[in-house]
């Protein structure tokens, strides 16, 4: 038996070597795939920067400008510029404004020189021969230190521009962040430029000369390459748009130490656990077992003399004793994974909804994604927004319980679909017309149409299903780092575009640029909340007022501008009072209006018509709207719990109301004030998360919404009597 158990594990250890080998050649192909894939599009994304601080404004009013124009305020306007670019993006070392018509070179550091006094003449010889037909990285060296270098824009005085932006990028931060090498790495990425040259790596100088040197077409064929007395596994790629050739070079030597050690280890480990397997073996002979009696006593003990169990089962019968022991503590166990499942659920719900609302995710935030959904299963994923056309008769035909049950319905059936398409999806209701999906998606081209589709499914079971039409909007393909709140924002905005276009599609982060306003609008936006907040406050006396002086400049633009207005005006009304019934789309409004003859015609009926909204909120049962708008307070604080900044003053703008009503509703109903109770409820899910996770305090802290470590302590203590880490300590020895 001793000899079949080391002749296995020695074939067990062969098996492993050989697995581990392959793995490692795997794990570097995957790699060097997501090295490329991110060297492409990190270099395109700084290729668009380039684009952007060419054609800045004030730095194309600078690089253009000759000495009949010249104005020192162009140039302060420009460094101003640069300024704010070299401050927005980290990889850019250095920018150039250089303007050969002037014969002058403002430098990002502050400096203006002239062609000649110049401290990079190499720059300026370059930009001078250039003949590339695009944008082209290439080495640059400035007083002995290389950087990758772009010059906008790519051709040289031949093509009779006189002024032009050279940006110097860090190759240590591109190491870094676009080929993601680190100090501990013992791996090698080497790319070669289209000249042989040296690009970017983390090669020393000397395997750098050896590999330009080297057979490249045999390297790429055998996968080995040898250098002195290491031997190299070796990948290779290419970037297509620079005509780069990238090389990774992985030391086989330290793989096979590392597997080496491990497969003395298995079998060290194996000869110990056979001799321990002996000694145990040998000592069990010599000893009794234990009798199942001291096993039944301590049963007994543990659950009282009270117990039913106790009272049941016979006192000699010691078998009966263990199982229902067993049974009992089973179904203990079954009991508490129920709680924390349902406490896991709302945690889920809660965090995902911080994730989309915060502009940076916490720490936390991010490992229980990972952790607990399949979201980031490829590394990257899509939003999409649903929303439900004409929510105004929505929530008259239904009240709070009805609403909140079809949107759970609309999330569930949004999920399934999605599921049914191939794609893992999270849902998230915000408690108002909309429903945000987060899907785990990919970056390939064919994605988007996909994703596209699977929506329009979406839409279509849930018209089937619900008797519901909606409008959904799809966003790129994001990452974790993606500042989600302003794509959230952004993909609401889309799905207006139903109201606003009549257009019954999926709308995609494309279509934002024909949804945006003009900026040539001169209509006093800050009066026209007036207007829509005399309406929530049923003023009629002060709407007349605001909408003479909204309307008043009107009488001196041309007939289209002022149509355009009214137009913008009647809709933010409209979208205000979610009354969608009257029109559909901004163009309707246009059309509309052309059946007035003068301005004042269209401002009576427009008056009227308000007058008509305050008359149908006056005619509202109150006591059954005051119920629904309790409900709504309680949902949007449980929402926004995690906000350090909420207030009194956003839960009475979340329902169209004076704070001093929204404060007297809330307290007729709790007989609490509104803020004692978004403290109780902070206080509440700190408790939830002290009891459920393994969370630092500071973590709890953060995720309840408290601004500062020493508030939380005070109010917890004076809710509970005990700071957070007493409270946990409790907690965890009394369920011992």
């Keep these: 038996m001793s000899l079949l158990t080391l002749v296995f594990t020695m074939l067990l250890s062969q098996q492993f070597a050989r697995s581990a080998m392959d793995e490692m050649e795997k794990s570097n192909r995957e790699k060097m795939k997501q090295v490329v894939k991110t060297s492409e599009f990190t270099l395109q994304k700084l290729r668009q920067f380039a684009l952007r601080i060419y054609s800045d404004e004030s730095i194309a009013l600078w690089t253009n400008t000759d000495n009949n124009d010249y104005s020192p305020l162009a140039l302060s306007k420009a460094a101003t510029s640069v300024r704010e670019f070299m401050s927005s993006e980290p990889f850019i070392h250095g920018i150039y404004l250089i303007n050969f018509s002037i014969d002058q070179i403002y430098t990002s550091d502050s400096s203006i020189y002239t062609t000649q006094n110049f401290y990079d003449p190499i720059m300026l010889d370059y930009i001078k021969v250039q003949k590339t037909p ?19 824009p790519a051709a040289g005085p031949n093509q009779n521009y006189h002024g032009f932006v050279a940006i110097l990028f860090s190759k240590p931060l591109l190491n870094v962040n676009m080929l993601q090498i680190s100090e501990e790495d013992q791996n090698k990425i080497y790319i070669e430029g289209k000249n042989k040259e040296f690009i970017l790596g983390n090669t020393d100088p000397a395997l750098t000369k050896e590999l330009m040197e080297m057979d490249k077409s045999a390297a790429k064929q055998n996968g080995r390459w040898k250098s002195g007395n290491e031997t190299w596994s070796i ?7 620079e005509g780069w050739n990238v090389y990774h070079l992985s030391p086989i030597s330290l793989w096979q130490a590392k597997v080496a050690k491990i497969r003395t280890e298995i079998i060290g480990s194996s000869i110990i656990l056979l001799l321990t397997l002996l ?4 000592w069990q002979s010599y000893r009794s077992l234990k009798p199942i009696s001291d096993l039944a006593y301590q049963i007994q003990n543990k659950l009282g003399k009270k117990h039913p169990i106790v009272q049941t089962t016979k006192t000699n019968n010691e078998m009966s004793w263990i199982h229902s022991g067993f049974d009992s503590l089973v179904e203990k166990i079954e009991q508490l994974d129920l709680s924390l499942k ?3 659920a709302l945690v889920k719900d809660d965090f995902l909804r911080q994730w989309i609302l915060n502009s940076k995710s916490s720490r936390p935030i991010k490992e229980f994604i990972r952790n607990q959904t399949q979201i980031l299963r490829t590394g990257w994923f899509r939003m999409a927004v649903i929303r439900l056309e004409s929510y105004g008769r929505f929530e008259e035909q239904f009240d709070f319980a009805s609403r909140k049950s079809l949107r759970f319905a609309l999330g569930n059936i949004m999920t399934e679909v999605l599921v049914n398409h191939g794609y893992a999806a999270e849902t998230v209701d915000f408690g108002s017309d909309h429903i945000v999906a987060l899907i785990s998606s990919s970056t390939s081209e064919e994605d988007l149409g996909l994703v596209v589709g699977a929506m329009e499914d979406v839409k279509i079971q849930i018209s089937r299903w619900l008797k519901l039409e909606v409008h959904a909007a799809v966003s790129s393909v994001l990452d974790v780092e993606e500042n989600l709140q302003i794509i959230y924002t952004q993909l609401y905005e889309l799905t207006l575009m139903g109201f606003i276009n009549h257009e019954d599609r999926v709308f995609t982060s494309e279509d934002l640029e024909r949804y945006e306003r003009g900026k040539d609008s001169d209509l006093d936006e800050a009066l026209l909340k007036q207007v829509i907040h005399s309406v929530q406050l049923k003023n009629d006396k002060a709407l007349e007022g605001y909408l003479d002086h909204l309307t008043l ?10 149509k355009l207005q009214l137009t913008h005006i009647i809709y933010s009304i409209m979208k205000s009072f979610k009354n969608y019934k009257t029109f559909q789309g901004m163009k309707s409004i246009h059309t509309f209006l052309e059946q007035f003859a003068t301005l004042g015609e269209v401002k009576s009926w427009l008056y009227q018509e308000m007058l008509q909204i305050i008359d149908q909120h006056r005619n509202k049962n109150a006591s059954s709207r005051k119920d629904e708008v309790a409900a709504e307070m309680v949902e949007y604080v449980r929402n926004h719990l995690h906000n350090p900044m909420l207030s009194v003053d956003d839960i009475a703008a979340h329902v169209s109301m004076s704070v001093n009503y929204t404060r007297q509703i809330f307290k007729d109903h709790f007989h609490c004030s509104l803020s004692d109770y978004i403290t109780n409820q902070r206080i509440e899910y700190a408790i939830k998360l002290l009891t459920t996770t393994d969370w630092t305090v500071a973590d709890i802290t953060e995720q309840s919404g408290f601004q500062t470590k020493s508030t939380f302590f005070s109010l917890f203590k004076r809710a509970t009597g005990m700071t957070p880490n007493q409270y946990r300590l409790d907690k965890t020895q009394a369920e011992q």
Excluded: D, W
């Excluded at 695009?134 to 906008?152: C, K, P, R, T």
């Excluded at 000694?279 to 040998?282: A, D, I, K």
């Excluded at 400049?553 to 002022?562: D, K, P, W």
């Design 279 to 282: 000694l145990y073996l040998f």
């Design 134 to 152: 695009y944008l082209q990285y290439v080495n640059h060296e400035v007083e002995g230190e290389s950087f990758l270098a772009l010059v906008v």
């Design 553 to 562: 400049h009107m009488q001196e633009l041309s007939y289209e501008e002022c």
């Design 342 to 344: 349902s406490s896991k």
């Design 235 to 241: 990948q290779t790629e290419r970037l297509p748009i």
